[in-house]
């Protein structure tokens, strides 16, 4: 991993530690439905990841740097090639996400928390941004991506 992308990472670190500190709340407040929806966190770390694996196959390969963000992330151990094994079994769900499902969560989340709902949003980017600039450059499919989960995501 580039200095760059370390610097992010641990700024990414704070921010996400936050959010996820905000769903507990959620959670305690009453105002998540975990009965319906799981832990709040796992839902919402779900899209994080499931956004993430999508930027690091938009390029066709799964790199070293991009899965030690992913790790560091998300406190895995995962290798390239258990990561590229992933995204294989999950493809067809993560390409509806980004075409179509990626702003149900934003929806949900702007209904409880509007601030929450635009943190999470650019948790989701500054995420697969890290990640497209892991091993030193962010290819164009990589931005063309990025960008694509922007619109989305507004």
């Known amino acids: 991993m580039n200095t760059r992308a370390e610097i992010a990472l641990e700024n990414f670190s704070k921010s996400y530690q936050e959010f996820l500190d905000e ?13 319906e929806l799981g832990p709040a966190a796992v839902y919402f770390e779900s899209d994080v990841f ?3 694996l999508q930027v690091m196959s938009v390029d066709g390969v799964f790199e070293r740097p991009e899965a030690e963000v992913l790790n560091a992330l998300f406190g895995t151990q ?13 493809k067809p769900t993560l390409q509806a996400y980004l075409n179509e499902d ?7 989340l702007q209904k409880i928390d509007p601030n929450m709902a635009e943190s999470y949003r650019n948790l989701i980017l500054e995420a697969c941004r890290i ?19 922007r619109e989305a995501l507004t």
């Open 23 to 35: 769903c507990d709340k959620l959670e305690e407040s009453g105002r998540w439905n975990t009965d």
């Open 102 to 108: 990626s702003d149900d969560a934003l929806t949900l």
């Open 50 to 52: 499931g956004a993430i």
């Open 78 to 90: 995962y290798t390239p090639r258990e990561l590229s094994d992933m995204y294989q079994s999950a």
């Open 131 to 149: 990640v497209s600039l892991s091993d030193g450059v962010a290819e164009k499919s990589e931005r063309m991506l990025i960008a694509s989960l």
